[in-house]
């Protein structure tokens, strides 16, 4: 077994977390303002997006119906979707 098949599960189990980590701070973002508690900083947000978490984070927009219109967030959230689409299909090619 060569160390890419190696690689898969565990790449594909780190996505899953992650993805599920992102959606729920995604969540519990929008419940401290909706109680007027302290927010989850921003960069938080966006740094569990570039680690893995994008797909977590546009899911968690539309069902809490959260940061969707808030900017520059909105843009550097797609920003960092394009750059790791690129960088799949890029991998993909090779």
């Known amino acids: 077994m ?3 098949a190696t690689l898969l599960p565990l790449a594909a189990a780190w996505l899953l977390l992650i993805n599920l980590w992102t959606f ?3 969540g519990a973002d929008k419940a401290r303002a909706r109680r007027g508690q302290r927010r989850i900083a921003e960069r938080d947000l966006l740094g569990l997006a570039l680690i893995g978490g994008t ?3 546009f899911l968690a ?3 809490f119906r959260h ?3 808030k900017q520059p967030f ?3 959230l797609q920003l960092i979707a394009a750059v ?3 960088t799949v299909i890029g991998w993909w090619i090779i």
Do not use: D, E, I, N
């Open 2 to 4: 060569g160390s890419s």
């Open 24 to 26: 729920q701070r995604f």
């Open 55 to 57: 797909p977590g984070a």
């Open 61 to 63: 927009r539309r069902v």
């Open 67 to 69: 940061k969707t219109r």
């Open 74 to 76: 909105t843009t550097q």
């Open 84 to 86: 790791q689409l690129g």
